[in-house]
């Protein structure tokens, strides 16, 4: 059985990021830049005043207090302003260019406006309150640099410099099949007993979550050759196999893709929950065999999933964030395997997080699942920890 | 001028959630559930083993070390299983239902096959490895609640216990109206100094992101007719208007929405950036009107806008989370209003977030934002602050 590491450091040596398609700007948030963007234009294109006031030519008003003529407004959109003539002013509005000649703008609140003329409190700096050309970026200076994804703040800084489209890495393509005669997708009143597929719904949401385009394939039943059916031909980026409850399925999974040519990377991993995690690759197509267990499937799905669509998307291949959390109740000792307990995350009287593993850690029990906020990861054998113990979460979400 | 928790307050007497509608549960990630949704079924339906093993009756185990025979496999999705005879025991795997009789599963590495018949190692645990019915739910728990996001372990349990659609909030329609004779929504090469609109992008981005629909106004002109023609009769939850750079700008708009019947709750905000904030109905309709500074305006946003579309999505009016972190590096005093500063978050020696504020904090500076990955809030009038003290940080994204 391979370590998460040694799993992860595998799985990311089989996946090359997906192609690339042009969005229009409005369509790219979210999505993962292809190709370092360079701004086409200054901003401000022109010295712009920071503030409301009055622009000046400093060695008007360094020595001498008498008022200067007002004899211009300048407001943010114009164009072509008059030079300032020596020793007047001109009244200047946030954005507004500044008058060629003028090298200071004085705050209103620095100044008396009377009959036409402004005369200014002593102490002006020069210079101030003024925003060079190109200050905030110029012409050329990349913007959003390939293998980001971008934000609404990267969004707002691409349009200001100038772009409408995009060149991103396409979503990446997940199919998604669950296997397992013990399951139904849809409940049907007064039909006894019946066993809901959670994992491919949850696993189409995760997929959405986390930047890819799902595919829904349905559930496969327990025979051979349905499965080699539902297994054969696949078109997507990533197929995510979850499998039925038992052993008695994944047993029949991996034949059936072995039977069109897939060859497993690593067939099960050092994890608790999650141990039946297999990762391959058939005919080209990264597959991730997630467990049937619901509980089991989000952890591993979080632990690899998460970052193989990362990977695909362009982003790299990076390891699931982790913060940390100062341990609110005891956590017992830890098998031979690394183990993850959901838990709930709450603020410190410090403002530090702490975490509460829930009492009941079956994983089965999805309803616990989604009232938890984190998980902590305690590696194997690891001895008991104690409360106030600083130990590693990650987040759900 | 109100402060931002008074401000926050007007804001949120003045929102109602948006109607409900049904969604297939594929299209429900993300959306908030717009009341209590009940399980249709018991999970598991039957006590079902919660290992791969033999079922028994601990009876037969208990003080008699003597094979039993194996007259019998039960797989999940196995129905209509047959009761378990005295004196025998029944291969099972996770998932299988227990057949009637058995009591105790016995995990296959305590257990030893051969010939048909099954040995067990002694100290076996009555009741063990096996799920009762209705242990994760019953039928009529409540498994997703009025109010919440939903997140994709929802959206697993609430597949599990029966629901292929769902009554959720429509999603809040923002419509977005840049204000500004300054202003392009394109840039055309060789055209001269241009100044191109990063607001409406950057806020069409943050209100898909804050589960809204955004609708975009496009750029009214700093005219009063056309800008009354550009507020009058929007159709949306929301308006949020971003004014042009200047003051001048601000003072055109606010005539306008009152031309339209506009009754401001607020006009300015005790805060830095983000003071020109306005906050009103017209007609009612809530209008949210931003600082045209893209900086001011993002901060705002965070503040102000992403409150308000939780709770015009059903979620409630809550503030955004804050975090703490420990400053890596000396702040200076604070002036009359609280302030916005932002930084970078990395992670400290002993695990905790370190927040180092950004040398430029001009508010022009929209290339800086993007690098930021947080705001820290500086109450009015606080002192310097020197590195290790704890502040609060809000996290962008």
Known sequence: MLSISEALVSISKALRPVGIEAVQLDAAFGRVCAQNVSALLDAPPFAASAMDGYAVRFADIADDTSPLACL??????????APLAPGTCARIFTGAPIPPGAD???LQEQARSEGGAVSFLAGIERYRHI???????????????AGRRLTARDIGLLA???HNTLRVHRRPQAAILSTGDELSSRFRAG??????DANRPALTALVAAWGGKPIDLGIAPDRPDALVHALDGVQADLLIVT?????????LVRPALERLGFSASFRKIRMRPGKATMFGVLAG????????NAVAALVSALVFLKPTLSALAGLGFEEVPR?????????SAVGPRDTFLRGRLDRGADGRPTFTAMAMQDTAMLLGLAKAHALTIRPANAPPAQPGEMIEVIRFD
Do not use: M, W, Y
């Open 72 to 81: 211009d407004v300048v407001k943010a959109g114009d164009r072509d302003v």
């Open 104 to 106: 200071t703008v004085v």
């Open 131 to 145: 925003r060079a050309a190109g200050s905030n970026f110029r012409a050329g200076d990349v913007t959003a640099h």
């Open 160 to 162: 200001a410099s100038g």
């Open 191 to 196: 039909e006894g007993a019946q066993i809901l």
């Open 243 to 251: 499998g039925g409850a038992s052993v008695g399925t994944f047993d």
């Open 285 to 292: 197509l990264p597959v991730l065999s997630l467990p049937g």
């Open 323 to 331: 913060d940390c959390a100062v341990l609110a109740a005891p956590l």
